[in-house]
């Protein structure tokens, strides 16, 4: 009844195999496997990751524990040889050897002493490596690269010729080791280090996951609040032209990462991310040009520093709306503003603090009582913050300030650009993802001074507050802040204070040319982890050349598809994919509906 029954193994081995003198046919593909003979003088970690870049390829490490006592006989007699050797040539007078054998007997009393005392054990070990391929010019290509970069350390393998199939068998995870001519003793330390523990996917062992290997599609995990020394900080870069699929990228990232509890604020130019948004349980507050937003960009509030202590930080909002009201003057005129000019914002910001009785200590920004839209409000209350109409008029009062608040009263309440001139009505605090859609506004510069306040008001009100709680603060389109200086500047001194209040910075763009000054260079150099998608051909020069990236890396970002990516953190590069599961992509689809019916 059971003759002829299929076996579990039936149903993936193939029909048949044919040994050659070098290459083994399995299927429609080929093998072929090496076993490595000479061993580097010193094995460090990692020495065996380089060769998965070749895709794929198998790697089988055989160990066998050797009896302490075997061991411990073994070294002593060898040890008594090299001793002997050592008593003889000095001698006769070969005293040019007399130095290696101290050393090697050194070695042997030391690796002696170790096993003796269980600090140390020593095993016999196989490594076997089997290529393959789909054609022989492939196998040889692949093969040609495996051996030139195992002899970049000083590693030499033999093929096993007219041994292919028991080369195979032994790879095979099965225990079934065919081949035992090329044992190597080894140590603790030497077996440790031959395990692949440090692959290219330069996958985290927390986090989200952040995408699949390009080339073996493992997939690689990402904690961007790892901290050091893994990451020094969570700052993100995505660069990629229009339709490799950054904003998707950035979409995936933020909705895997919401599960573990991050917090998300996204500064939208092209509704791209209310949807998200929406998904994620938070809202979405429309900026329009015109209309007051109930943000205020002299909204201050409490700080808390890594010890636990609170202040109010009036001199970092001095120095804020100093920028501010360059950008402002900058983006109307094309002036920048005189150190006068600048020395009258400065005190005339502080005085609007010091009339309210605000200072650095966090009870002076609250009084007892207050009225509120026509309601006493009673207890700690927080006082009525500074405006840009107060801010302006008593600018205005100061000799020589009259003309400059002349140039910020479209700024101003009923003014073309009015529409942060009014006391904070937003409350973000209470819910996981905030999204502000600048997309109705249609001027340029409107939408930099409108990325600018908000990056200053999510700041106060988002960033800085509860460092337990891991914040993420996503601006798309960032290269419109960079034509700008000060807007340059301000971005960099939130990725410079971001890490130390657990907020991480994600920053899209598709050209780094606004990136060109040493402000722009150093936002870059904030962001420890950067995602590089297909770039056009007037960009790729650039970005190399930044990011000191090899010609194979500048090959795959000119041809990648929309979700190819290259992984950089820090100085380690990895090819990537992101790829969002279906029920995904339909939580993150900005597409119309007829759009996603044609696709599928």
């Not at 022989?136 to 590693?155: F, G, M, P, W």
């Not at 870069?237 to 909705?255: C, D, Q």
């Not at 908000?454 to 700041?459: D, P, S, T």
Request: glycine share 8%; with cysteine; aromatic share 8%.
């Amino acid at each position: 009844m059971l003759k002829n029954v299929p076996r579990i193994q039936d149903l993936f081995t193939t029909d048949g195999l044919e040994e050659g003198h070098n290459e083994l046919e399995i299927g429609t593909g080929l093998s072929r496997t090496f076993v490595v003979s000479l061993y580097p003088r010193d094995i460090y970690i990692g020495w065996l990751d380089d060769i998965f870049r070749l895709g794929d390829i198998d790697l089988s490490i055989q160990i066998n524990p050797v009896p302490d006592r075997q061991v411990i006989l073994a070294l002593t007699k060898q040890l008594a040889s090299v001793q002997a050797q050592w008593i003889q040539d000095k001698k006769s007078g070969y005293i040019l050897n007399l130095p290696g054998l101290v050393e090697t007997a050194n070695n042997l009393e030391s690796l002696r002493t170790t096993v003796q005392t269980n600090r140390d054990k020593v095993f016999f070990g196989e490594i076997f490596i089997t290529v393959h391929a789909t054609n022989n010019e492939e196998l040889q290509n692949k093969c040609n690269v495996l051996l030139d970069i195992l002899a970049r350390s000083a590693t030499r393998v033999n093929s096993c010729m007219f041994r292919q199939l028991d080369g195979f068998k032994s790879v095979l995870p099965v225990a079934n080791l065919k081949i035992q001519d090329f044992w190597r003793n080894l140590n603790c330390g030497n077996v440790a280090a031959c395990m692949p523990i440090n692959s290219p996917e330069l996958s985290h062992s927390s986090g989200e996951l952040f995408g699949f290997n390009y080339y073996t599609g493992s997939p690689i995990f990402f904690n961007q609040f790892l901290g050091p020394p893994e990451m020094p900080n969570p700052h993100i870069l995505v660069i990629g032209e229009a339709g490799s699929g950054k904003s998707t990228g950035i979409k995936v990232i933020s909705l895997r990462n919401s599960i573990l509890g991050v917090k998300h604020v996204f500064i939208d130019v092209e509704n791209e991310y209310e949807k998200v948004t929406n998904n994620m349980g938070g809202v979405n507050i429309n900026i329009k040009g015109g209309e007051p937003t109930g943000i205020n960009p002299l909204d201050i509030e409490v700080e808390e520093n890594k010890d636990g202590s609170k202040r109010v930080p009036i001199t970092d909002k001095v120095m804020e709306i100093r920028q501010l009201l360059s950008v402002m003057k900058g983006g109307l005129s094309g002036e920048k503003l005189t150190n006068r000019e600048l020395a009258l914002i400065e005190e005339s910001t502080m005085e609007e603090y010091r009339e309210r009785g605000i200072t650095s200590k966090p009870e002076s920004l609250y009084e007892t009582s207050r009225t509120v839209d026509g309601v006493l409000k009673l207890g700690k209350v927080k006082k009525e913050m500074p405006t840009l109409s107060s801010l302006i008029e008593r600018l205005a009062e100061k000799p020589g300030g009259e003309e400059l608040a002349q140039t910020f009263k479209p700024f101003l309440h009923g003014g073309s650009l009015g529409l942060f001139d009014c006391q904070s009505s937003v409350n973000i605090s209470d819910t996981p993802a905030v999204c502000f859609n600048i997309q109705e506004i249609k001027d340029e510069f409107s939408r930099v001074y409108a990325m600018f306040v908000i990056m200053g008001w999510v700041w106060q009100k988002f960033a800085q507050k509860n460092r337990h709680i891991k914040k993420q603060i996503t601006v798309d389109e960032f290269w419109r802040l960079m034509k700008f200086k000060d807007g340059a500047l301000f971005a960099e001194e939130i990725g410079r204070r971001g890490r130390k209040h657990n907020a991480g910075l994600v920053i899209g763009t598709h050209s780094l040319v606004e990136f060109s000054g040493d402000e722009g260079q150093a936002v870059l150099n904030s962001c420890f982890t950067k995602v590089i998608m297909r770039q056009n051909e007037a960009q790729v020069s650039n970005i190399v050349e930044r990011f000191s990236l090899s010609d194979g890396c500048k090959e795959f970002i000119q041809q990648a598809r929309p979700g190819e990516c290259l992984l950089k953190i820090g100085s380690k590069t990895t090819a990537m994919q992101i790829i969002p599961a279906p029920f995904e992509f339909e939580l993150i689809d900005t597409r119309p509906a007829e759009e996603r019916e044609v696709a599928m």
